[in-house]
């Protein structure tokens, strides 16, 4: 059967993918942020998923304001990454597992969620960014398929935490229920606090990071007891994207140890945050 091996959660600020692009790697405002990685590129190199399901939110490239599912999953063979605008080269693409994603799509429409399904996708840097963070070498990727998952952090209404908790509940059971031996990392993206406009642009909350950084290990729990309305009081208008960790972390259906976690302010306005647990049976 197929097994999640553990969980990663990471910013996706598009100034990294720039920053990556001009191997800004040593620059003083960059250095402290980049060298939180080494750990996590070291366990998966040890571990070698299969197959990595990676959940962020899309900025225009695939649904804009007047289509925005709540939820979509990927089911193509691969997935292309294009220009969004802000001067990032478009990356090779990702290949896929339909047949994975098919199962997952399956399985969670059958607990009640409903979903979009995308057998044509793009991915913009929420999902490339966390590839490049955490594969800057592709060549050591090996085989690594990808499945892109999309909740909406843009149009409201949006999901709230206990739902998006819910569906990495679902996630969860949904690859644990295939029946090929595939070793599985699930990785959250976006945030941690930011604001981009409006009279708080620039706004970061330490505390609440921090607090959602230590909560989501061993009490998450008590992250979905806060609403979206919460989130933006908290963490500014895309803080909400803390939804998309919470997803990741309800697909961790084991005992979770963290291995690693950094947090470093302020890159591009966000607190970046950085976490991997292990999934034990």
């Known amino acids: 059967m197929a097994r999640i091996v553990g969980g990663i959660t990471t910013s996706h600020i598009p100034a990294i993918g720039n920053a990556i692009a001009r191997e800004m790697f040593e ?4 250095k402290p942020f980049f060298d939180a990685y080494p750990p996590v590129r070291a366990w998966l190199d040890e571990v070698k998923p299969d197959v990595a399901i990676v959940i962020y939110n899309d900025h225009g490239l695939n649904f804009f304001l007047d289509k925005m599912p709540t939820f979509s999953v990927g089911a193509a063979f691969e997935y292309q990454n294009k ?5 990032l080269q478009p990356l090779p693409p990702y290949p896929g597992d339909p047949e994975l994603s098919w199962h997952i799509i399956n399985s969670v429409v ?12 793009a991915v913009d840097h929420g999902f490339t960014v966390p590839m490049s963070l955490l594969w800057p070498d592709r060549s050591k990727m090996g085989g690594l398929k990808t499945i892109p998952l999309v909740v909406n952090t843009v149009q409201h209404p949006l999901p709230s935490p206990a739902r998006c908790f819910k569906l990495g509940q679902a996630l969860g059971r949904a690859v644990e229920s295939f029946d090929k031996d595939l070793k599985v990392v699930v990785i959250g993206t976006g945030g941690l606090s930011h604001q981009l406009d409006g009279e708080r642009a620039g706004f970061i909350n330490k505390n609440f990071d921090l607090m959602c950084l230590e909560k989501i290990v061993d009490d998450p729990e008590a992250l979905t007891k806060y609403s979206i309305h919460d989130l933006v ?8 994207e803390l939804i998309l960790w919470l997803v990741m972390r309800g697909a961790l259906t084991g005992t979770v140890s963290k291995l690693h976690s950094n947090y470093h302010i302020p890159i591009s306005n966000t607190g970046a945050g950085l976490l991997l647990l292990e999934n034990a049976t």
């Open 110 to 121: 059958a607990e009640d969620f409903d979903l979009c399904t995308c057998q044509e996708m």
């Open 27 to 30: 620059d003083p405002y960059w």
């Open 83 to 87: 220009d969004e605008g802000w001067g």
């Open 233 to 240: 009081r908290l963490a500014g208008a895309q803080g909400a």
